[in-house]
């Protein structure tokens, strides 16, 4: 069966997320990586006028979103652009978006792994070398937690999005107070906001762009939405807002407490760069507050990425585009037992490779390719299907194109290369599904 419209109901997933849990797995997914080390790794490239780049990265993800949420209303199906490009492109583009997927959120998940690490080793006075080890243990853990269903995943997300919550609006209070009533330089710092290349500033969009992209978690989850037309558009758009706030402010205090390029020195060299901020603002209470922070948002993005890659993987395995064992719910759970192990071993796989930034910005470069695609699906939806003007779509899809090539060419490189063998992958599946056809 190679339609993913007729696959028996026994092997669909339940209906159980409203707006309101759909919209705190959208922020799980993005409150994490987004806050704790993408604003930093953009300071180091563009300095003060990464504030800039979280805005315009959020203008860019708001078109995306607008592409995702239109879709994903019309075909509220597990596995996202994959399967949208399946509907909309044909099956070349739609296998290329779920490969592209597969690879940039897998090396989210890694990046949000080390993270959670780099803040659980420093919290308990550890040695850095430990953090491999704790980053390994945090992957197996939380499959283990979205192996139980959805409902006890979305409950255990719902606890940790709003731990993380609380810990970023204290940093946020006490570091503004801070820095008006302490830091020298904040005009002149604020002045600079427009100062950076091109070039530099380009790439903070790129790196700041992935920050926003766990709001398509909501769509990739949409076979487990309830009334997918109203819920999802809703959900998608709350998280995008409450995002953005959240990255603006953050980056402004970062800035006007230390400076951007010590921000960005920071984020590249401490495994926890918010919590040595916090330590100028003078109150030990706020450093422990966003460590534990630190610790659930990171647990929230890894989390949401492994249901939302399971998710694709089982799409693809419905398709046989990936082995059909992957395209499996179980009937006890109403999970996708195998994909969500598959995952899990692809995440440790690239945790081993220890680097945080390396898999940050391979995940940029793929991501964009994907969104790409998503807004090319939107642009061919009907007037019956649309709900925002074509434009919107159009504007995505080009600021996606354009910026993708203006990240570091070693991670380019390395993104055409994952393109390239996904094509080889997919021209293998394709001869075994037509061999498989043709078996009397």
């Known amino acids: 069966?190679?339609?993913?419209?007729?696959?028996?109901?026994?092997?669909?997933?339940?209906?159980?997320?409203?707006?309101?849990?759909?919209?705190?797995?959208?922020?799980?997914?993005?409150?994490?990586?987004?806050?704790f080390i993408s604003i930093g790794i953009a300071a180091e490239v563009a300095g003060n006028t990464v504030l800039l780049a979280?805005?315009?990265?959020?203008?860019?993800?708001?078109?995306?979103?607008?592409?995702?949420?239109?879709?994903?209303?019309?075909?509220?199906?597990?596995?996202?652009?994959?399967?949208?490009?399946y509907r909309w492109l044909g099956p070349r583009l739609g296998f290329t978006a779920g490969w592209l997927f597969m690879f940039a959120k897998s090396a989210s998940a890694a990046t949000a792994a080390l993270g959670l690490a780099g803040y659980f080793t420093l919290m308990n006075g550890m040695a850095p070398d430990?953090?491999?080890?704790?980053?390994?243990?945090?992957?197996?853990?939380?499959?283990?937690?979205?192996?139980?269903?959805?409902?006890?995943?979305?409950?255990?997300?719902?606890?940790?999005?709003?731990?993380?919550?609380?810990?970023?609006?204290?940093?946020i209070i006490s570091g503004l107070y801070y820095s008006t009533s302490n830091a020298k330089s904040s005009t002149t710092e604020l002045l600079t906001i427009f100062t950076a290349e091109p070039g530099n500033m380009l790439e903070a969009i790129a790196l700041m762009f992935v920050a926003y992209t766990g709001y398509g978690r909501i769509a990739t989850l949409?076979?487990?939405?309830?009334?997918?037309?109203?819920?999802?558009?809703?959900?998608?758009?709350?998280?995008?807002?409450?995002?953005?706030?959240?990255?603006?402010?953050?980056?402004?205090?970062?800035?006007?407490?230390?400076?951007?390029?010590?921000?960005?020195?920071?984020?590249?060299?401490?495994?926890?760069?918010l919590t040595e901020i916090a330590k100028v603002f003078g109150n030990p209470a706020?450093?422990?507050?966003?460590?534990?922070?630190?610790?659930?948002?990171?647990?929230?993005?890894?989390?949401?990425?492994?249901?939302?890659?399971?998710?694709?993987?089982?799409?693809?395995?419905?398709?046989?585009?990936?082995p059909e064992c992957f395209g499996k719910v179980h009937q006890k759970t109403g999970v996708p037992r195998v994909a969500i192990l598959g995952v899990a071993v692809v995440i440790t796989l690239l945790v081993?490779?220890?680097?945080?930034?390396?898999?940050?910005?391979?995940?940029?470069?793929?991501?964009?390719?994907?969104?790409?695609?998503?807004?090319?699906?939107?642009?061919?939806?009907?007037?019956?299907?649309?709900?925002?003007?074509?434009?919107?779509?159009?504007?995505?899809?080009?600021?996606?194109?354009?910026?993708?090539?203006w990240i570091e060419w070693r991670v380019l490189c390395a993104g055409i290369s994952v393109l390239v063998l996904g094509q080889l992958w997919q021209t293998v599946a394709q001869s075994r599904k037509i061999a498989i056809t043709e078996v009397p």
């Open 54 to 85: 979280i805005v315009c990265a959020a203008i860019l993800a708001l078109c995306n979103g607008i592409s995702s949420a239109q879709l994903a209303a019309n075909h509220p199906v597990s596995g996202g652009t994959y399967e949208y490009g």
């Open 352 to 405: 081993l490779s220890g680097d945080v930034k390396m898999t940050w910005s391979f995940s940029a470069f793929t991501v964009l390719i994907y969104y790409a695609l998503t807004n090319l699906c939107a642009i061919r939806l009907t007037e019956n299907e649309r709900f925002y003007p074509k434009w919107i779509s159009v504007a995505g899809l080009f600021g996606c194109l354009f910026i993708a090539f």
């Open 222 to 273: 949409g076979e487990e939405v309830k009334r997918p037309r109203r819920t999802i558009p809703a959900s998608i758009m709350t998280t995008l807002f409450v995002s953005m706030t959240l990255y603006f402010l953050i980056g402004l205090v970062a800035i006007l407490s230390v400076g951007a390029r010590q921000f960005g020195s920071l984020a590249t060299t401490e495994t926890a760069p």
């Open 130 to 171: 430990d953090a491999l080890l704790y980053a390994l243990i945090s992957v197996l853990l939380l499959a283990l937690v979205a192996l139980t269903g959805m409902k006890r995943s979305s409950l255990a997300n719902t606890v940790i999005v709003s731990i993380t919550l609380l810990s970023l609006v204290a940093f």
């Open 286 to 322: 706020v450093v422990w507050a966003i460590s534990i922070g630190a610790i659930t948002a990171m647990l929230g993005v890894l989390l949401n990425l492994i249901l939302g890659l399971s998710r694709v993987l089982l799409a693809m395995g419905r398709r046989r585009d990936v």
């Open 1 to 35: 069966m190679t339609d993913i419209d007729n696959f028996s109901s026994s092997n669909s997933l339940k209906r159980e997320l409203g707006v309101f849990q759909a919209m705190m797995l959208g922020l799980g997914s993005i409150i994490g990586t987004g806050v």
